[in-house]
């Protein structure tokens, strides 16, 4: 009676928390009613995780006398992990995001690694499927571990630069061969039972230690600018994961969160790559910055500056001003003086938009978070298509600390390693400004069309130091007509 | 009566399926803008690979089961906690112009009392 009443809470809590998990993320399909969204699919996971202590009813006979013991487990890993991630997530920086997302995103893929690890080594597997199931969902959460915290390593700037050895391709389909082939030799081992040559455990670490180090080898050669794509693959493999690893040990709420996570990775990692034009193949095996040699002198003409408080008086008296933002203003912490300025604007019926590229920043949508954060509202903030028309009526484009997103040659000029990829029509507009550190080349290297056009004018320097000169001149203004 | 859940072959294909067709159409109506906090936010909705660690922990009989099984609930709650840690902070910043004089409140502190004074 006792057993069946936990089965039922259980069963409850689990169907609880995948209704509400899909009607949180349902919720965020607005700005508006995203915060109950994930309060909502908190609700649910602090129920799926308080009703599966029930599971302590119907454990198998050989764990009882460990319950104790277990349960104190339990308890402390709830608190460390849970507490420690509460805590750092709460101080972390924005800019700092998408290492956060990879770290955490890590932990689940281990997470799920573990079980099947731990299904494996206990031999409580029951018939091939599910032990073919295991394993794929222990391979893939391995290779989202290991790769996670490489991808976190490398957007926290811990490693630099992209690490390649020759035959790199060779060398990953190598190792992922011995793990599937380490897989396999679990899989004949369960069917014909444990010999002293297939000794299970032996195989379980092998299998485990080369799906680790295809992780680390997979993601080390691939460059920082690609990312934002990796972060979504891996967010799709450990989603796919846990779904697996849900069907292992039977339960629907692990399969759905799982497979809907599953989906949405895939769907991010699509949209990305589409906005960077390349295929999903094309950045996990090659490397952006090796095609990116553009011949030098291609480009006539030369970049004309201008001064900051010129280019912000003539902001002040336009009708309408684009902002075009890129990562180098959240790296040069601007955010805020930036909004400071559009203030002005704005108080002087200029009409400010923002216009975001879905590859500015280092995650998709980044852009958007670090501007709200500095008190930017949502509806300032438009998305390429939204406002890729508007540039052509606009008067000014001022372009701060982005450099690819705006190349016109990513329109017109076929050599270009970034031809076809959608950019912001920035070139389009009366007068573009664009904010620089330099004359130096972008991110990528590459030359950009834009800093030669006859409308653009170039105005050198810190991004923030800058922006205080263009508050200055037009708060000097403002006293000047009192 | 049973309330026992058995998925087995196709019945957990269907689930796959209809789970993975939702997600899909769930997230494609996510607006570019909030593409951060989805990630996040689908972050932390695998984080209920806790309870799966939970599982594991309590039906572990050997010192290693034991210690493979703590280190899943680990990082399965440091998943769940942090993921929802960082997207309740990221969709708490995000506010339209309505909400503006909260905002103005805010940053013109000081102006605003001085008016006050001289009135």
Sequence with gaps: MLILASQIVIGAADLCAAFLFMFGLKQMSSPATAPSGIRVAGVGMVAAVAASFLYLLTIDAAARPHMAVNIGLAV?????????????????????????????????????????????????????????????????????????????????????????????????????????????????????????????????????????????????????????????IYNAFTGLAVGLEGFVLQNPALMIAGMVVGAAGLLLTVIMAKAMNRSIANVLFTNFGEAAKTKPGAIQGSERPEEASDAAIKMRYAASVIIVPGYGLAAAHAQQKLYEFVKLLLAAKVSVKFAIHPVAG??????????????????????????????????????????????????????????????????????????????????????????????????????QAVLIKMIEAVRGLGAAAA | MSFDIAMTGFVALYIFMLAGFAGWVIIGNVPAILHTPLMSGSNFVHGIVVVGGLYALFNASTPLEQGIGFFAVLLGAGNAAGGYAVTDRMLAMFKTSDAKPKAAHHHGHGKVHHLKKKS
């Design chain 1, 76 to 232: 402390t890993a709830l608190l460390i992990g849970g507490v420690g991630a509460w805590f750092v997530g709460r101080k972390v920086a924005m800019t700092a995001m998408p290492q956060m997302v990879a770290i955490y995103n890590g932990m689940g893929g281990g997470a799920a690694g573990s079980i099947a690890a731990v299904e494996l080594f206990g031999g409580r597997t029951q018939g091939v499927t599910q032990l073919v199931v295991t394993l794929l969902g222990g391979l893939i959460g391995a290779v989202s571990l290991s790769g996670s915290l490489i991808a976190w390593a490398k957007l926290d700037g811990v490693i630099n630069k992209p690490l390649r050895v020759k035959g790199q391709q060779i060398l990953n389909a190598v190792l992922m061969s011995a793990a599937v082939a380490a897989g396999g030799v679990i899989v004949y081992g369960g069917i014909v039972g444990a010999t002293p040559l297939f000794y299970p455990v032996t195989w379980i670490c092998v299998f485990f230690a080369f799906a680790l180090v295809f992780g680390v080898a997979m993601t080390l050669p691939i460059g920082g600018a690609d990312m934002p794509v990796v972060i979504s």
């Design chain 1, 362 to 463: 280092r995650m998709p949508g980044q852009m958007d978070v670090l501007l709200a954060e500095a008190g930017v509202p949502y509806d300032m903030i438009f998305q390429l298509d939204d406002i890729n028309d508007d540039f052509a009526t606009a008067d000014v484009a001022l372009v701060i600390g982005a450099n690819d997103v705006v190349n016109p040659a990513a329109r017109t000029d076929k050599s270009s390693p970034i031809f076809g990829m959608p950019i912001l029509n920035a070139d389009k507009a009366k007068q573009v400004y664009v904010i620089k550190r330099g004359q130096g080349k972008g991110y990528s290297g590459i030359v950009n069309a834009l800093f030669y056009a006859p409308n653009c004018n170039m105005v050198y320097g810190d991004a």
